[in-house]
T-cell receptor, first 117, second 111 residues
């Protein structure tokens, strides 16, 4: 069984630029959630994708957008980067099978460390 | 938005001691997850809880779903150096919704 993978591991961007982060979900999982984790804080929910559609969104502006592909992998795009966007971006996958409580358990990838200068 | 509080914020213990930490909220949750995160890595799922009052163990770790459904507890018995890390609780209001994370409890184990 393959775990959640994310790329790139680290990234440095300049304010105003755009960035795309990628996530491959754990095999058998159909749902991907993205989180932003600032230094010293817990992860903050950005949005979730299920069956290639956004299925819930946290308190993040529209310049944070995403995609989910037929193979359940996902992308997080951030436009017009700001200094405060510097954080660890985490992707978590789950299987979301109806009637199975344990399908909602989320498993995280190692994250992408984004630095905006 | 929903907020979770975790206590203590940090703790320093001697190797071999037991550890207790908790997570509280003003909202009722139907699922609690406990994670451990080490530097430079993503959170690793330790225990999942689905019923009020449920007590679940994973090796030396035991977690409980509070009866009020507004809190959860994590205990670690006979701590070892590799227990060092940040422990996060995460609650889910409804099945399929996003999880809300607490700010974490940082655990340090002294030899």
């Amino acid at each position: 069984e393959t775990g959640v993978t994310q790329s790139p591991t680290h990234l440095i961007k300049t304010r105003g630029q755009q960035v795309t982060l990628r996530c491959s979900s754990q095999s058998g999982h159909n749902t991907v959630s993205w989180y932003q984790q600032a230094l010293g804080q817990g992860p903050q929910f950005i949005f979730q994708y299920y069956r290639e559609e956004e299925n819930g969104r946290g308190n993040f502006p529209p310049r944070f957008s995403g995609l989910q592909f037929p193979n359940y992998s996902s992308e997080l795009n951030v436009n017009a980067l700001e200094l405060d966007d510097s954080a660890l971006y985490l992707c978590a996958s789950s299987s979301r099978a109806s009637g199975r409580l344990r399908s909602y358990e989320q498993y995280f990838g190692p994250g992408t460390r984004l630095t905006v200068t | 938005g929903q907020q979770l509080n975790q206590s203590p914020q940090s703790m320093f213990i001697q190797e071999g001691e037991d550890v207790s930490m908790n997570c509280t909220s003003s909202s009722i949750f139907n699922t609690w997850l406990w994670y451990k995160q080490e530097p430079g890595e993503g959170p690793v799922l330790l225990i999942a809880l689905y019923k009020a009052g449920e007590l679940t163990s994973n090796g030396r770790l035991t977690a409980q779903f509070g009866i009020t459904r507004k809190d959860s507890f994590l205990n670690i018995s006979a701590s070892i150096p590799s227990d060092v890390g940040i422990y996060f609780c995460a609650g889910q209001l409804r099945y399929g919704q996003n999880f809300v994370f607490g700010p974490g409890t940082r655990l340090s184990v002294l030899p």
